[in-house]
């Protein structure tokens, strides 16, 4: 009997219309274009600005896009995983809401937390439920309204991070395609250097915690970097290693899109050139969760089927992770 795998068979993507530029951005912090493009590679981010909007009506456009991309009814969608860490609200989940605002009723769905990781830990989950028969298709939404957490006077996170979405279809297959292995990695020393300090169980919302600015991002930029640069890049060296592939054997490295260095790090240690890297950082910034099914959106039409592909991903936690998987179909 043929081994089951789970494939990628579709991705859809939305992304809000409005563009926060680097020059914008300079006339509310103490920045340059030339600052941020050095340091980070970011040339605009998208902004969701309409208001009574959250991370939900992202999603739900993006699996809407997905949907309709690849032929299929809401009714046939058996679970829904949300990739995010700017939910709509404490309870319910986003996840939920998503389902609800895109017709998916038989559907089971929740939430998944592991920042920047998010879509290749959501992956690995959603891979499970394919390989053992329980489910045929399912949708992962990496979804993120960044612009909710931060600080538009931090001149250190403003400039870094976006909003927007990407979906993916998972489906069973039977031939030499699909996910083949992964890695997932945690360590909640992590949280020290990046987290939000207030809103949660250990410190709830107060007039003095809104007054002291406690809801929005906080990052000790040096320490994430340093341990993104070495993590991001060892757990995609290890997945090579593991799985006996060399640079040659890869089509495709799929960076997270935070910063311009770490992706050149990475790519760096698998030997991997930059013409089968790919990059959207310089238009969307850091979506987080998203940024990888983005990649996977905009290069779409350059993937063919049998190609090696990587993912990579570093985020708040620390969480970090990679995976090595078969692209499933040829561009349409």
Known sequence: MARVRAAITGVGAYLPEYRLTNDELSKMVDTTDEWIMQRIGIKERRILKEEGKGTSDLGTRAVQDLLKKTGTSPDEVDMLICATITPDMVLPATANIIAHKADIHNAWSFDLNAACSG????????????ESGRYKKVVIVAAEKMSSIINYEDRTTCPLFGDGAAAVLIEPTTEDLGVVD???RVDGL?????????????????????????HYLYQEGQAVFKAAVSSMADVAAEIMEKNNLTAQDIAWLVPHQANMRIIEATARRMKIAKDKVMINIQHYGNTTAATIPLCLFDYEKQLKKGDNVVLAAFGAGFTWGSCYLKWAYDPQ
Do not use: C, D, M, W
């Open 190 to 214: 992590g949280r020290y250097h990046l987290h939000i300090k207030a809103g949660g169980s250990l410190k709830p919302a107060s007039v003095e915690t809104v007054q002291n600015k406690e």
């Open 119 to 130: 879509f290749i830990f959501a992956l690995s989950t959603a891979t499970q439920f394919i």
């Open 182 to 184: 992964y890695i997932n």
